[in-house]
Structures are given as structure tokens and as C-alpha cells.
């Protein structure tokens, strides 16, 4: 039964994995006759697991998260554990990619809203930046913690960055070569896994005007991108530093 998909709770398919506490009594399925059938009770514990796993994770690393903790975490056995899922790193990939596909939705609906296709890419990692943000735990599963993960997590992440390319497809722009596309992709990857390693997820928002004049700039030239970005100010040593737009 490892890998049997559940049913997800009313109202939460759009939380990111780690979000909610799993031992919130709201989720607790009471003892005896609750009137759930099977496979909502599996829904719910599943649920659980992922955000536990998320939240042991987040806090102690992947190579010192184990089953008994994140069972502990959902407050379920490891009987159930293994009835959802084979291995940590199959219960990291459920939570990675239900993360993956909860973001990539998200960016998609604020890129689609947008009136241009820069105004789209400014509005796409808005969304992104705030959501990792706000989510913490997810962040640094998803962002620093896969790379401890088995190959089949981390292959979900090359898998994941390669569906930004969609963002870069639109009719406005001339044909644009896959490697450039994926450069760019992997720069602003790499530049947000820096600030989790680095620094505070809180602080994920300041990149935006940066992160989206990097990815306009192959594409549409300095003049175009750099509203994104103004010219630089001299700082009290004399020095140019660029100041972001708000």
C-alpha cells in the first residue's frame, strides 16, 4: 500500500506541505465511531505525516530527521507510516511535490493575470518569493534539505525547475534557446537557495526586483528591464550600490 494516494482534508489543497501543525486537535480523528470512511481517515493521516515531515525536517535536517520522528510529529504509529509511504525519502517527495505543484499554480495564475509578459515574470516571483516567505518550513525542505535527499527527490527538483520554462514561452518574445531559458531558471534557484542558506526566509521578498531584472535582461535588453532596477546610488564610501524599486 507504500505510495497510495489520499484523499486531501476539505479545504487545505492549497496549504504548502508544513504549513499547519499535524498535531492540531482540529485534525485529530476521535476514537470509536466518527462517521469517516476509510479512505478519508487515510486522507487525513497522510496529511499529516507530510507536514510533519516537513516541520522535522525544516528543523533538524534531512540526515537526522527518522520515521519515529515524524510519526511522533503526526502523532500516528509506524504502522501507519509504512501504509503510506515506503521510506522518508518517498514521503520527502510527496511533500516536495505537492509543494512544487501548489507554487507553480499559484505563479501560473499571477503570471496569466498580468498585462505584459515582463509585468508577468515581475509577478510570477512576487508570488513565489512571498510564498517561500510565509512558509519557512517548506522553504528549507524544498530548497536546502532536498540536496541531502535520495536520487529520486532530487531528480524531482531538476524535473520541477524544468516546468518554469513555461514562463518563458510566451508569443511576445522571439524564439528563445532551451539552455538560455534553463540559465536562467537555475540562476534564480540558485540565488534564492543561497539566501535560505544564508540568511532568513523572511527576507526571500527583497530579491524580487533583482531576481526579475535577471530574468528579463537576456530577453528585452537593459533598457526594458531596468525599471525593475534603479540606476545605482552613491553609497558613504563612494561606492555605487543599486537601489531596488518598492
Known sequence: MAGTTGTPETGCADALPGSRSALDPNRAIK?????????????IQRERLIDAFVHVVSERGFAHTTISGVTEGAGVTKKTFYAHFSDLDECFLAAYQRGMDILLRRMTEAYEAAPSWPDGIHAGLRTLLAALAREPRFARASLVEVNAAGQQVRQARIDNLLRFRVFFADPSLPP???????????????????????????????????????????????????????????????????????
Do not use: K
Open 31 to 43: 476514537p470509536g465511531r466518527h462517521g469517516l470512511s476509510p479512505e478519508t481517515v487515510a486522507g
Open 176 to 246: 528563445v534557446p532551451v539552455s538560455v531559458v534553463d540559465a536562467i531558471v537555475g540562476g534564480i534557484y540558485s540565488a534564492i537557495h543561497v539566501q535560505m542558506e544564508t540568511g532568513e526566509a523572511e527576507e526571500l521578498p527583497s530579491l524580487l526586483p533583482s531576481l526579475t531584472y535577471f530574468a528579463l535582461l537576456p530577453l528585452v535588453g537593459r533598457e526594458a528591464a531596468s525599471p525593475t532596477w534603479r540606476r545605482p546610488r552613491l553609497t558613504g564610501c563612494g561606492r555605487s550600490a543599486p537601489t531596488p524599486l518598492t
